[in-house]
């Protein structure tokens, strides 16, 4: 099989539809009202997979070099994780 | 493995390849960097404001943040589709789908425009709360990304019309197209912490 680095027609709209109704389902969440570390947690989840479809299938960081994968994974990671922190610590006050 | 690896066409890689000039990776990771800074300083404010800033984010058109959500990820989607079809050397399906990619570019344009003005007639101003002043300056540094990326699909869609992306030469799209990936993704991530965590 070739690496084909920016993959199939069929493939980028199944994700496209995914992407869509992620957000979709985010709209509505934010909708609820429901102010929960559980709610936070859903939501912080689905912006974490749509972040990581551009970066691995639409970037196509998937077929390059592991460091490039590292350093935008791992950006998107630490953000979402100082901003659980500074959640944490208003919820906490 | 490397047998396979032989016989594979042309076109495919042989091996791990980042997809468009190593320079817009930098970039890229700087602009990241800048943005990364901005939410952390938005998520700490918001943590000593928590009041202020539950009932001011209550007051954004989150319906508006949806569209212009769903404007940049279908963006990206044509312009993975643009990319897919430059490789196959179908510079006019390549052209139009980067056509479509900058319509809902300036999509996002319009409604971001329409936002603003709601919230200008409204008084809101960068001077009017800390959440407010997070809100316009946070959207517009990433307002004015989108335009450039405009500016960088339409040079991509010019190329394309001439024919001058193939699979033998990708570089130029793949580096025009990974930086409006960029723009994308950091609005997925400052679309949920401005307009909808509370």
Same mark, same amino acid.
Request: glycine content about 8%.
């Given at each position: 099989?070739?690496?084909?680095?920016?993959?199939?027609?069929?493939?980028?709209?199944?994700l496209?539809?995914?992407l869509?109704?992620?957000?979709?389902?985010?709209?509505?969440?934010?909708?609820?009202?429901?102010?929960?570390?559980?709610?936070?947690?859903?939501?912080?989840?689905?912006?974490?997979?749509?972040?990581?479809?551009?970066?691995?299938?639409?970037?196509?960081?998937?077929?390059?070099?592991?460091?490039?994968?590292?350093?935008?994974?791992?950006?998107?990671?630490?953000?979402?994780?100082?901003?659980?922190?500074?959640?944490?610590?208003?919820?906490?006050? | 493995?490397?047998?396979?690896?032989?016989?594979?066409?042309?076109?495919?890689?042989?091996?791990?390849? +980042? !997809?468009?000039?190593?320079?817009?990776?930098? $970039? =890229?990771?700087?602009? &990241?960097?800048?943005?990364g800074?901005? /939410? *952390?300083?938005?998520?700490?404010?918001?943590?000593?404001?928590?009041?202020?800033?539950?009932?001011?984010?209550?007051?954004?058109?989150?319906?508006?943040?949806?569209?212009?959500?769903?404007?940049?990820?279908?963006?990206?989607?044509?312009?993975?589709?643009?990319?897919?079809?430059?490789?196959?050397?179908?510079?006019?399906?390549?052209?139009?789908?980067? +056509? !479509?990619?900058?319509?809902?570019?300036?999509? $996002? =344009?319009?409604?971001? &425009?329409?936002?603003?003005?709601?919230? /200008? *007639?409204?008084?809101?101003?960068?001077?009017?709360?800390?959440?407010?002043?997070?809100?316009?300056?946070?959207?517009?540094?990433?307002?004015?990304h989108?335009?450039?990326?405009l500016?960088?699909?339409?040079?991509?869609?010019?190329?394309?019309?001439?024919?001058?992306?193939?699979?033998?030469?990708m570089?130029?799209?793949?580096?025009?197209?990974?930086?409006?990936?960029?723009?994308?993704?950091?609005?997925?991530?400052?679309?949920?912490?401005?307009?909808?965590?509370?």
């Amino acid at each position: 099989m070739s690496v084909e680095v920016h993959g199939t027609p069929r493939r980028a709209t199944i994700l496209w539809l995914l992407l869509i109704t992620a957000t979709l389902l985010t709209w509505g969440l934010g909708a609820t009202d429901v102010a929960g570390r559980l709610t936070i947690l859903i939501l912080a989840v689905l912006s974490f997979w749509k972040g990581s479809v551009i970066i691995l299938d639409f970037m196509a960081l998937r077929h390059a070099p592991a460091l490039w994968r590292a350093l935008t994974l791992g950006w998107m990671i630490l953000v979402w994780a100082v901003i659980a922190i500074a959640y944490w610590k208003g919820i906490s006050r | 493995m490397e047998n396979t690896r032989n016989t594979a066409t042309l076109a495919a890689a042989p091996g791990p390849r +980042l !997809a468009g000039d190593l320079a817009i990776w930098f $970039f =890229i990771l700087a602009e &990241l960097l800048a943005f990364g800074v901005f /939410f *952390a300083a938005y998520a700490f404010t918001r943590a000593k404001n928590l009041e202020l800033f539950n009932v001011e984010q209550q007051a954004l058109n989150r319906g508006a943040g949806v569209i212009n959500t769903m404007l940049l990820l279908t963006a990206s989607y044509f312009v993975v589709r643009a990319v897919q079809a430059a490789e196959r050397a179908a510079s006019a399906q390549s052209a139009r789908w980067l +056509l !479509a990619a900058i319509c809902c570019g300036l999509g $996002f =344009i319009g409604v971001k &425009l329409t936002e603003y003005s709601a919230a /200008f *007639a409204h008084g809101v101003s960068l001077s009017s709360s800390p959440f407010h002043m997070f809100y316009l300056s946070l959207t517009f540094f990433h307002f004015m990304h989108v335009i450039l990326g405009l500016v960088i699909l339409l040079a991509l869609w010019n190329g394309a019309r001439k024919g001058r992306y193939h699979a033998g030469d990708m570089n130029g799209m793949e580096t025009g197209a990974a930086y409006w990936h960029m723009v994308d993704l950091v609005w997925l991530i400052l679309f949920p912490l401005v307009y909808v965590i509370n």
